[in-house]
Structure formats: structure tokens, C-alpha cells
């Protein structure tokens, strides 16, 4: 099997989950409890906030522990929105994962919140003069992903973040996507906030964290035990904790190889999808996309149908987000590109390497070649 659907998940890596293991088994304190068994849970909670923090460039008391990206979205819009005195306007993008709109709805829906949605390029591309025009003096935050899960633009975030300086309003991005590829380090790319996913990064599904500049009011979403300095209520997952502390420094060491190589996977695949499947269209910009991914829309077919016959040939794809399957509606952020909804329909994404390094994704070239030949068999 040749999986290719990366953005959604990927394997655990080997070391991170032998570092959790003994806090699932000989140390399972609860890191809240003054003895000596939660006492060395606590530590080593300690010890994966250090790592994190050291990775994002932050203190570890900026670092907040979720069960996941779609929490630390949701921490952070509603918890910045809800604990910010500047005023009741939020500004987002039509294409961001559904955990940022989702939250952006349901304060405007429930709370009275206003939100403007910044204007794109064709590239689904948020241009700092943009930008500029729909901030307000009462604009309370600002949500940009830093790369879309689904066409992998990649946002310039830190020209963005300048704008939102000089106004005075936190930015917060939702970094699961670019987090293993890109540069996430804080202080580069000027944010407030900063959300990212285990999963995503050789840590396992159900932990994630958000960073979120000490500076910025919080109102918690879960309230409790006062966990997390009181930002997070709720019992840590340890064992996450450490997986995702001791992943994250894995991806890093070798981030640059690890883009590189999946880069020039990603252009020639690219190039072998559209030179030999007639009619193919390559979706997002070719240039400031994320290394590993790779996405089209297929004019005449039906994307569902092209993902079933490719995993009959062994090749396992996705139509977009996974937070989507099973929804019969075409992609939310081809349309909002203004792709019309037949055409957005024929959409398939191929990500990898998720949790490989930079030498398996060497390999990955050559299996790359028979999903081009399987495409162009089922949709040529």
C-alpha cells in the first residue's frame, strides 16, 4: 500500500511511543498528585512543556496541553475573543479548517461577535494589504492558518503579523499542517497564538498544544481542577505530553532535510500529473505550498470515484480534510477560491511523509511514479 493521505495522519513514531509507555504502565501518576508517583508524572510533564516551548521559542508556562488541534483552535479563538477587552470584531479566511470557522460562528451565532473574512487570491493566498482593509479598532483577533490542509498555500504569516502589530490585535495560527515542514518558531513568524496536533508530527491521535503568549488574556473552555494555570481544566494526558514533546524534537533536527526531500517529490509529481493526465489542474500555488503536498481536481470525473479505484490499485488518497469525510458537499475552500461546486467536487489530495525521515522519503519518489500511472488510468 502507498499512503499518500499524510495531511489527515500519520504513525507514531517508534521513539515517541516508547517514551510514553512507562507513564501508561510503571509511572501512571496523576501529575496533580503530591505524592511520589504523581510527582514523577508531573516532572516528566514538565520536562515535554521544556521541549515544546524550546521548539516554538517560548517560555513553558506559554505552552497549554489539549487533547488536540481542534481544542487548541478553539482555546484560542474563543478563549482570546472571550478574555480580550478590545471589542467584538474577529477576522479569519474563508478557507481555514473547520475548528477556526466553527468557533468564529459560534460567537457571532451565540455571543453577538462580528467577523470579516479577509480577501484571497486565486491561490488562496492573504496578502497583507488585504488584511489591512478589514481590520477595526475593536478587531479582537485575527485567525490565519500558517499552511491549508486541504490546497497547502502557505501563508506569509510574518508580513501578516506586522499589519496586526502595528494595530495592536493578537494573531493566532493554526499551525498543524506546516508544524515538522515549516519554521514555527514564535518569535519568526510574529504570533500571539499557535495551535498544533501530535498526529500530525510521529506523536499519537488525542494530544496537541497551544501556545499562547503569556501576555494575552485566556478564558479557559473547560473549567475544573485549574490545570494547565488554570487555562485547560482537566487531568493531563502524560503520556501524550511526552510523545508529543519527544516527537517534536525529532522533526525538527531534521526539518530541513526532510523539506527538501519531500519537495522535490512534490514537484515531480506534480509535473508527471499534468503533463500525462489531460485536463488536470493543480489546485493552490505552485511555489508557497507545503512541501508534501499535492492537490488537483480532475475536470470530467468524480473525486470520490477516483479515490476508490486508486485504493483498489494500492494507492490511499483523501478528497480533502478528514474533519469532512463523509459530508456530500464540495470542498468548502475550493468554492470559497470560487471553483464552481461540480468542478470542486472532482478534488483529490496526495500528502505524505508525515512520520518518515529524510532518507524514506528518498523512496517515496519511486512509489510516487505508480500513483501517476494509476491516475492517469482512472482519470486520463
Excluded at 482555546?75 to 466553527?102: D, M, N, Q
Excluded at 517534536?248 to 533536527?253: D, L, N, P
Aim: proline share 4%; net charge negative; with cysteine.
Amino acid at each position: 500500500m502507498l499512503y499518500l493521505d499524510a495531511a489527515a495522519t500519520s504513525p507514531a513514531r517508534r521513539e515517541a511511543v516508547e517514551a510514553m509507555w512507562p507513564f501508561l504502565t510503571s509511572d501512571f501518576g496523576n501529575p496533580s498528585s503530591h505524592h511520589t508517583v504523581g510527582e514523577s508524572a508531573a516532572r516528566a510533564l514538565a520536562t515535554a512543556r521544556a521541549q515544546i516551548a524550546d521548539w516554538l521559542g517560548c517560555r513553558p508556562g506559554e505552552v497549554v496541553f489539549t487533547a488536540g488541534g481542534t481544542e487548541a483552535d478553539n482555546l484560542a479563538i474563543k478563549g482570546i475573543a472571550l478574555g480580550s477587552p478590545r471589542g467584538r470584531h474577529l477576522v479569519t479566511s474563508r478557507i481555514e479548517h473547520e475548528a477556526v470557522l466553527e468557533s468564529v460562528l459560534f460567537l457571532e451565532r451565540l455571543l453577538g461577535f462580528q467577523v470579516s473574512y479577509v480577501d484571497l487570491t486565486d491561490d488562496g493566498l492573504v496578502t497583507p494589504a488585504a488584511l489591512a482593509r478589514v481590520l477595526r479598532s475593536d478587531t479582537t483577533l485575527v485567525s490565519i492558518a500558517h499552511a491549508n490542509n486541504e490546497i497547502g498555500t502557505v501563508q506569509p504569516i510574518a508580513d501578516l503579523t506586522a499589519v496586526t502589530r502595528e494595530a495592536g490585535v493578537p494573531f493566532h495560527t493554526d499551525a498543524v499542517q506546516s508544524a515538522g515542514w515549516l519554521d514555527t518558531r514564535v518569535d519568526v513568524l510574529g504570533v500571539q497564538a499557535l495551535s498544533i496536533s501530535g498526529h500530525k508530527l510521529g506523536a499519537p491521535k488525542g494530544v496537541g498544544a497551544l501556545y499562547v503568549a503569556g501576555r494575552v488574556p485566556l478564558e479557559p473552555l473547560v473549567h475544573g481542577g485549574g490545570q494547565e494555570r488554570g487555562r485547560r481544566s482537566g487531568t493531563e494526558n502524560v503520556a501524550g505530553a511526552v510523545a508529543l514533546g519527544v516527537a517534536v524534537g525529532i522533526a525538527e533536527q531534521e526539518r530541513r532535510a526532510r523539506a527538501d526531500a519531500a519537495a522535490g517529490v512534490r514537484d515531480a509529481f506534480v509535473a508527471e500529473v499534468l503533463t500525462r493526465v489531460p485536463g488536470a489542474r493543480l489546485t493552490g500555488p505552485a511555489e508557497a505550498r507545503l512541501p508534501a503536498n499535492a492537490s488537483f481536481v480532475f475536470p470530467g470525473t468524480s473525486g470520490e470515484a477516483v479515490l476508490l479505484e486508486l485504493e483498489r490499485r494500492g494507492v490511499v488518497s483523501s478528497s480533502g480534510s478528514a474533519c469532512a469525510a463523509g459530508s456530500d458537499e464540495p470542498s468548502h475552500v475550493l468554492t470559497a477560491l470560487g471553483m464552481d461546486a461540480d468542478l470542486a467536487q472532482t478534488s483529490v489530495r496526495f500528502t505524505w511523509g508525515g512520520g518518515l525521515t529524510a532518507q524514506e522519503l528518498g523512496s517515496v519518489a519511486a512509489d510516487v511514479e505508480a500513483a501517476v500511472a494509476a491516475v492517469r488510468e482512472i482519470a486520463g
